[in-house]
């Protein structure tokens, strides 16, 4: 893809902008109940949306693609038991730290790896790895479904969430099935425009979606179209790596959630 003039942010670049808006995203969330204004939300709205995209960007450089789904997937374990660990001694009134974007990168990232699998497949005429990559394109919606179903029955309903602990589900995701826009920016990561028209349609979705289609509370209950923002970093990145952040979003996401929703109980926010 040809670098156009305007386009002067690179993966570092972008990773930082997504870093600074993510922290600003869950001050709101986690001292809302300390009088942090709701429009404060407004900033964490591009955020997974930015990451998505880097995810593809992530995916499809690394020179080990297994490698990269095993560490979204140990990030998705420990983000977990952390989480459960510090509410056990830590309680901002009834806000549950449901907080774990890995599971939404994982099971992007897991579609990405089924459908360059099923290519590769039909291109070598090797069935078992087209089937291969059926499995990690499907396997997580079943378990999904199964989640789901364990779900709405109190008596299997702990084994589900304990289940959700364990293995990445749509279900337990934070961004539910949307997470598959990442899907969308890698089958269009050659065409910047395709990419940037997937943002928009998601976006309008999702104003519909959450507001049962009367397109209403667009600047209070009803924000994540802002979505629609992350366009803009997308439009002006330009493909180059730039400085190397290797594992810091990995021990940055987590730690400073932790220690935000630590210091909003110590300071008895929602008590």
């Given at each position: 893809?040809q670098?156009?003039?305007?386009?002067?942010?690179?993966?570092f670049?972008?990773?930082v902008?997504?870093?600074?808006?993510?922290?600003i995203?869950?001050?709101?969330?986690?001292?809302?109940?300390?009088?942090v204004?709701?429009?404060?939300?407004?900033?964490?709205?591009?955020?997974?949306?930015?990451?998505?995209?880097?995810?593809?960007e992530?995916?499809?450089?690394?020179?080990n693609?297994?490698?990269?789904?095993?560490?979204?997937?140990?990030?998705?374990?420990?983000?977990?038991?952390?989480?459960r660990?510090?509410?056990?001694?830590?309680?901002?009134?009834?806000?549950?730290l449901?907080?774990?974007?890995?599971?939404?990168l994982?099971?992007?990232v897991?579609?990405?790896y089924?459908?360059?699998?099923?290519?590769?497949?039909?291109?070598?005429?090797r069935?078992?790895q087209?089937?291969?990559g059926?499995?990690?394109?499907?396997?997580?919606?079943?378990?999904?479904?199964?989640?789901?179903?364990?779900i709405?029955?109190p008596k299997?309903?702990?084994f589900?969430a304990?289940?959700?602990?364990?293995?990445?589900?749509?279900?337990?995701?934070?961004?539910?099935?949307?997470l598959?826009?990442?899907v969308?920016?890698?089958?269009?990561?050659n065409?910047?425009?395709?990419?940037?028209?997937?943002?928009?349609?998601?976006?309008?979705?999702n104003?519909?979606?959450?507001s049962?289609?009367?397109?209403?509370?667009l600047?209070?209950?009803n924000?994540?179209?802002?979505?629609?923002?992350?366009?803009?970093?997308i439009?002006?990145?330009?493909?180059?790596?730039?400085?190397?952040m290797?594992y810091?979003?990995?021990?940055f996401?987590?730690?400073?959630?932790?220690?935000?929703?630590?210091?909003?109980?110590?300071?008895g926010?929602?008590?």
């Amino acid at each position: 893809m040809q670098t156009k003039s305007y386009q002067v942010l690179n993966n570092f670049d972008i990773k930082v902008i997504g870093i600074i808006l993510m922290f600003i995203d869950h001050v709101h969330q986690m001292f809302a109940g300390a009088g942090v204004p709701g429009w404060v939300d407004w900033f964490g709205r591009p955020v997974a949306t930015i990451f998505f995209f880097m995810a593809v960007e992530g995916f499809t450089h690394t020179r080990n693609q297994k490698r990269y789904m095993f560490q979204l997937l140990v990030g998705f374990w420990i983000m977990n038991l952390g989480s459960r660990i510090v509410q056990h001694f830590f309680e901002v009134g009834n806000l549950a730290l449901a907080n774990n974007i890995f599971t939404d990168l994982f099971i992007a990232v897991l579609a990405m790896y089924g459908i360059q699998e099923i290519s590769a497949g039909r291109r070598a005429h090797r069935t078992k790895q087209i089937l291969t990559g059926v499995l990690a394109i499907i396997v997580p919606i079943l378990v999904s479904l199964l989640v789901i179903g364990l779900i709405v029955n109190p008596k299997t309903a702990m084994f589900a969430a304990n289940l959700g602990m364990v293995v990445p589900t749509i279900t337990l995701a934070e961004n539910s099935i949307f997470l598959y826009i990442g899907v969308f920016f890698y089958l269009f990561r050659n065409n910047r425009t395709l990419q940037c028209l997937t943002v928009l349609v998601f976006a309008l979705i999702n104003a519909g979606a959450n507001s049962g289609f009367a397109f209403t509370g667009l600047f209070t209950s009803n924000t994540q179209w802002m979505m629609i923002f992350a366009i803009i970093p997308i439009l002006l990145y330009n493909g180059q790596k730039g400085r190397s952040m290797k594992y810091f979003f990995y021990f940055f996401y987590p730690i400073h959630i932790w220690l935000l929703y630590i210091l909003a109980s110590l300071m008895g926010v929602g008590a």
